[in-house]
């Protein structure tokens, strides 16, 4: 038994620094609550300062420092200017914007996340699908042109020499 567990231990490497990240960030969220809401009266500086922002700040370097990937939702929460904990409503603004002619193309739609703090923005296309991987494409294009299989192939083959 001893052994199965030394092989749990060894399978979550760098255990203690994600326990550190997610209670920087939790910690920055309640920090970033608990003050004053940042209005729009001063653009030209920093509004919002101190605690919220040095813990986001120390968590970006702990996640750079060991090299772990910050979550989708972590990431996307995080100002990448000014490090301020983005909250809808609180400390950011979001809306969508369609810069289409008369806003007629739905897959032009794109998710903006503007940072109340320093006005940075984070833009996010949500109409339009993900183009495929390389390979998934590939696969597709032979799929369907017999010729280009066999320039596939040939390719593969040059590789392979
Ligand atoms: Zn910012």
Redesign the pocket.
Known sequence: MAKGSANQTRSVPNKHLHARIAYLHQAATHLALQAPAVTHTDPSNLQQRGLPLLLTAQLQAVSQKAQIRLSHDMKRSI?E????PLIPGTTSETRIENKSRAEKKPCADVLVIQ?R????EKRFPIGAQRQKRKAERRLASVAVDPKGAKKQVSEVEMVGV
């Open positions: 100002c200017a000014c490090s301020t940072c703090n320093c006005h940075a």
